[in-house]
């Protein structure tokens, strides 16, 4: 299949690797930032804009790191959607605002093409090793139809509902993701400043009803003071007013997503933008005056 | 070994069960609730009193609901304190406040006796299935010598540091998992709203990094409105107040702890004081006036 694939950064590049090994064409657009060296020696078609890319191509995949970056690659002069005819399918798999996906949407199907969201998680290391987690808002036949792309790039795929549910997914992830590092760090933060050894806590609730990925990751790097990213806490804070603006917007009250979100408030005015979000524990010391284990 | 165990209910009736089969004789107190026949019919022995328990055993083990029987126990009137020599051992196995087991241990020490505070996780379930995971504070000598008593009863035995470390683990642990079950909950319940199928978001964040026992466990109850205990709202409540205390005493902020208390107060104010812990959800769907699906 010929793809546009738009979008080659830290996790596009190695997702569009995948696709080109399984034998499909690649799309890149090159007029910002050199495009990888091996993709374009696998015969990967260099074009001068989003338009060319999308003309070219049966297929449009984007990765990019936010909305305003989507919405612009989609519909600005020279963008995807002057490239686009009917039957065409252009796949997101960015993370980005779920309420904007649907007018993005609605705008790619009055060309008489298919809008599929498919955020991932798993990080750097799930796209190299094509293990990521997608999340897919599509209608059941545009999701079929592209689920063989998806099955070169991740292993657990979800078509969790219509087109915007992929972007909500991706956000209650964050939710999740986030909260369950403030837990770790509200548990481990009191172990420690009662007296007790956290890294003993940790191993004694490992196991339990407090076991999680996160206790056993973050709660390790909390106690071994290890924040270098990682995913990084301007990041997450960006995922996390996705999150507030969508509850607002749907008449729902997330009182400990935005506490959360007040605490990387905390470590971005502390210099903390780029440190690992399991340094949101470094924000409950600031208020405890004390820490988990000194620096 | 002779044990004097006090408080055989729901947790403590199967987890004396397991050191008597283990071949140790049992010195029960029949003077509040008629003892469990199994336990009796097993050669245990009924005394009139803690004193007189505590007077036959080498160790006596406690399992009771909260602080104020755990004190009662010791030091009223009959009480074990009272039929303590030196070179016994007391262990306490109930979750109670860590700052009171300071106190208690050192009134038991005075007395020549070692103090071990062991509270468990793992539920009714794992106390009959002998897989407790029991987390104590105790000096390493006191640690080693009771140690084959847990193993009897537990599986992921651990010693956190010295006595009351156990009572701040077990509060951490609370602490924990009453704050991942109210992430799961703003997870699943903006999703839900935004229109995304719960139950797939679940399953599409399992195996990712917000994958946690919780998610798995709870998760399923929010969706399938299953709000049976389980662990009961009062309970977690009891154990966040300890949480809260703790944190007081020790100039320690832990602001999503106060949040999960306040919402699981306003269960309690709409009848739900013998929910689930997993419908904290309830609480939220209340402000949002929706919910992650009817019940």
Redesign the interface.
């Known amino acids: 299949m010929d793809i546009a694939f738009i979008g080659v950064g830290t996790m596009g590049r190695p997702m569009a690797g995948h696709l080109q090994r399984a034998g499909h064409r690649l799309h890149l657009v090159g007029h910002r930032t050199p495009l990888p060296d091996e993709l374009l020696a696998n015969a990967a078609v260099e074009c001068a804009s989003p338009r060319a890319a999308a003309q070219a191509a049966d297929c449009v995949i984007l990765m990019l790191p936010d909305t305003p970056q989507v919405g612009s690659v989609l519909f600005d002069e020279d963008g995807v959607a002057e490239g686009l005819s009917a039957g065409k399918t252009v796949i997101d798999m960015s993370s980005i605002s779920?309420i904007e996906t649907r007018r993005f949407a609605e705008r790619i199907e009055a060309l008489g093409c298919d809008y599929v969201d498919a955020p991932v998680?798993?990080g750097e290391i799930g796209a190299q090793q094509g293990t990521l987690?997608i999340?897919v808002?599509a209608s059941e036949a545009a999701f079929e139809r592209v689920r063989p792309l998806f099955e070169e790039m991740g292993q657990?795929i979800?078509?969790?509902?219509?087109i915007?549910?992929g972007q909500?997914?991706k956000?209650?992830?964050q939710?999740?993701?986030?909260?369950?590092i403030?837990?770790?760090a509200?548990?481990?933060?009191?172990?420690s400043?009662?007296?007790?050894?956290p890294a003993?806590?940790r191993?004694?609730?490992?196991?339990?009803?407090?076991?999680?990925?996160?206790?056993e990751?973050h709660g390790a790097r909390m106690i071994e003071r290890n924040f270098e990213p990682g995913f990084r806490i301007e990041l997450h804070s960006k995922d996390l007013n996705l999150?507030l603006e969508?509850?607002r917007s749907?008449?729902?009250?997330?009182?400990?997503?935005a506490?959360?979100q007040e605490?990387f408030n905390a470590c971005m005015a502390n210099g903390g933008a780029r440190w690992d979000h399991s340094a949101i524990a470094k924000a409950?010391e600031m208020?405890?005056?004390?820490s988990i284990r000194p620096d």
């Open positions: 779920p998680s798993g987690s999340m808002g657990n979800t078509r969790v509902g219509e915007g549910a909500t997914c956000v209650a992830n939710i999740i993701v986030a909260l369950t403030e837990a770790v509200e548990g481990l933060l009191l172990a400043k009662a007296g007790a050894d003993k806590v191993e004694a609730l490992m196991g339990g009803f407090a076991s999680s990925k996160i206790l990751v999150a969508s509850a749907l008449g729902v009250s997330l009182p400990n997503t506490t959360a605490l409950l208020l405890a005056a004390g």
